[in-house]
């Protein structure tokens, strides 16, 4: 029995591989973009016969954010159920108002290969930051819509609720926020 839990052991630690995916976060300026969302992302993927494509079947993600120098670090172990592997900046906390979204890095080659990944990337700014700047400085930050705004910036579409609030849709998110009103 002892036999077989060492055996167990040691394949478990040859399937298994740690790996460090590591990188910066700039914007067009050079200067660093601290706390934002960093996400290491691992998929099964598999061909579905009925559908006749590659579909996801599971995913596991493994996420921090940038420090205050704008540099991340994820130390992961590797579940060898997973096969393939990605590197993404878009999620809770990135700032859609100021930044265009960031390509999704496919890292799985370099997962394969069981060395550390280096991503870096420099943010775009948003062309309608400057717009969006502009507007947060005027209504300041005691104002209800200050967050939303700095954070998702001007709705594709403004609702008015009759109460003081709004529902602000941003397609291109598929998101809907109610803003305004008493309590914000």
Do not use: H
């Not at 399937?15 to 995916?21: F, G, L, Q």
């Not at 993600?61 to 940038?66: D, V």
């Not at 540099?71 to 590797?78: A, C, E, G, T």
């Amino acid at each position: 029995m002892r036999k077989i839990i060492v055996f167990l052991f040691l394949l478990f630690i040859i399937n298994a591989s740690a790996i460090t995916i590591k990188g910066s976060v700039m914007d067009e300026a050079g200067k660093p973009v601290k706390d934002t969302p960093v996400f290491f992302v691992m998929k099964k993927v598999k061909f579905s016969f009925k559908k006749f494509k590659m579909v996801e079947v599971d995913s596991k993600t493994i996420s921090t954010k940038t420090d205050g120098e704008g540099l991340y670090r994820i130390d992961v172990d590797i579940d060898p159920y997973f096969n393939r592997f990605f590197v993404d900046f878009v999620g809770e906390g990135f700032q859609y108002a100021k930044y265009q979204k960031p390509a999704v890095e496919d890292v799985t080659k370099l997962v394969d290969k069981g060395i550390d990944i280096v991503v870096n990337r420099v943010f775009k700014y948003n062309p309608r930051w400057k717009d969006v700047k502009l507007v947060l400085d005027l209504i300041g930050k005691d104002s209800p819509f200050y967050k939303v705004l700095e954070e998702y910036g001007f709705p594709d579409e403004r609702i008015k609720l009759g109460d003081g609030r709004e529902r602000w849709k941003y397609f291109d998110l598929n998101k809907e926020i109610i803003v305004g009103g008493k309590g914000d």
